[in-house]
């Protein structure tokens, strides 16, 4: 398939550039065989069922910038993709000439880091300071906002772009469906008699790269870490055996649990993913999904049209932009029903 394919007409105005005033004060595109269905994010408690099973990601965003400058002078900008150990990370470094290995970075004014080489397009960097790297990036670093969004991160920022269940640093952007969610929702749908589990998938960057090969099949998919615990598998298990169905909110929850089952069961654990979920794929865990309006020409577009079908979901794109639905990480929702 054609990467053209997977291309949308997006009004700049509709890409959401702050958060609706309150969690969950979002719309709600629902996508299934009786068609779409306009209507608000609380109507979500009236789609799920007893003994279903919602899947979420507690990754936790890392206060991965920071800004300084090189022992030359010049001005610099990090920003760790992966945090190694305690003290190196993977990062993007943008500046004027690139650093050279062994070259000395001043961060923050007063974070000293080494350079010790390239590992592919990132850079290997050591921290200095005797703190752990998690402890400084929480301490000096900034909020790592998606490049659609033009405003440097707030305080605001510091709170809406972290799900109100997120626990496990390591991510560089936010699992976005999730933040849709706060306490009372969650517990409004356990009330209901449904049941929520957690996966681990650590967001990088890569999340927002386009795909710029002419064909699909030749793009290079960014490698993210998860963790399946047992519980959730278990969970799973007893939803399906009970007639539940398992509820990802959000691609990386798919991914994960996706990535987990690809020798055809689903085992707990942690690995490295760089599951290509493109139309043709076979879904071997999950039968409902809730997500965001997600980028023209991406992976994930690719990822919903393979989850919903293509014609379907392309069809609710164009629905959405033509009633003004907000996109992309602040943007409002949809809930898509796999094609079976």
């Known amino acids: 398939m054609r990467t053209e394919d997977f291309e949308f007409d997006l009004p700049e105005r509709l890409i959401a550039q702050h958060p609706p005033a309150l969690r969950g004060a979002s719309r709600l595109l629902q996508v299934g065989d009786e068609g779409l269905k306009d209507g608000q994010f609380p109507d979500l408690q009236g789609v799920v069922r007893e003994h279903d099973l919602l899947v979420l990601n507690d990754t936790r965003v890392l206060k991965a910038r920071l800004f300084g400058e090189k022992d030359s002078g010049g001005k610099v900008e990090v920003l760790v993709e992966r945090v190694l150990s305690e003290h190196e990370v993977l990062a993007q470094v943008r500046a004027s000439k690139t650093p050279k290995p062994d070259s000395l970075l001043l961060l923050a004014e007063k974070l000293r880091v080494r350079v010790l080489g390239r590992a592919g397009e990132f850079f290997h960097l050591r921290f200095e300071d005797a703190e752990a790297v998690a402890i400084l990036l929480e301490r000096h670093g900034h909020l790592?906002?998606?490049?659609?969004?033009?405003?440097?991160?707030?305080?605001?920022?510091?709170?809406?772009?972290?799900?109100?269940?997120?626990?496990?640093?390591?991510?560089?952007?936010?699992?976005?469906?999730?933040?849709?969610?706060?306490e009372a929702m969650l517990?409004?749908?356990?009330?209901?008699?449904?049941?929520?589990?957690?996966?681990?998938?650590?967001?990088?960057?890569?999340?927002?790269?386009?795909?710029?090969?002419?064909?699909?099949?030749?793009?290079?998919?960014?490698?993210?870490?998860?963790?399946?615990?047992?519980?959730?598998?278990?969970?799973?298990?007893?939803?399906?055996?009970?007639?539940?169905?398992?509820?990802?909110?959000?691609?990386?929850?798919?991914?994960?649990?996706?990535?987990?089952?690809?020798?055809?069961?689903?085992?707990?654990?942690?690995?490295?993913?760089r599951i290509f979920i493109t139309p043709g794929y076979h879904f071997k865990v999950v039968e409902v999904l809730l997500t965001n309006f997600h980028l023209s020409r991406s992976t994930l577009l690719m990822l919903v049209c393979a989850f919903g079908g293509m014609d379907k979901m392309l069809a609710a794109y164009h629905h959405a932009v033509a009633n003004e639905y907000r996109f992309f990480s602040y943007g409002d929702a949809m809930l898509i029903e796999r094609e079976q």
Do not use: C, W
Request: no cysteine; net charge negative; proline share 6%.
């Open 144 to 182: 790592p906002l998606p490049p659609y969004i033009t405003h440097t991160a707030s305080a605001e920022d510091d709170t809406r772009y972290q799900t109100v269940f997120a626990r496990e640093p390591g991510a560089v952007a936010a699992p976005t469906a999730g933040l849709h969610f706060d």
């Open 187 to 273: 517990q409004a749908l356990r009330d209901k008699g449904a049941n929520i589990a957690y996966v681990t998938l650590h967001v990088g960057a890569g999340t927002f790269k386009p795909v710029r090969a002419e064909h699909i099949e030749e793009h290079v998919m960014h490698s993210e870490r998860y963790t399946i615990p047992q519980a959730t598998v278990d969970a799973i298990r007893e939803a399906k055996a009970r007639g539940g169905r398992v509820i990802a909110v959000g691609t990386t929850s798919l991914r994960a649990l996706e990535s987990a089952a690809a020798g055809g069961e689903l085992l707990a654990g942690a690995g490295e993913t």
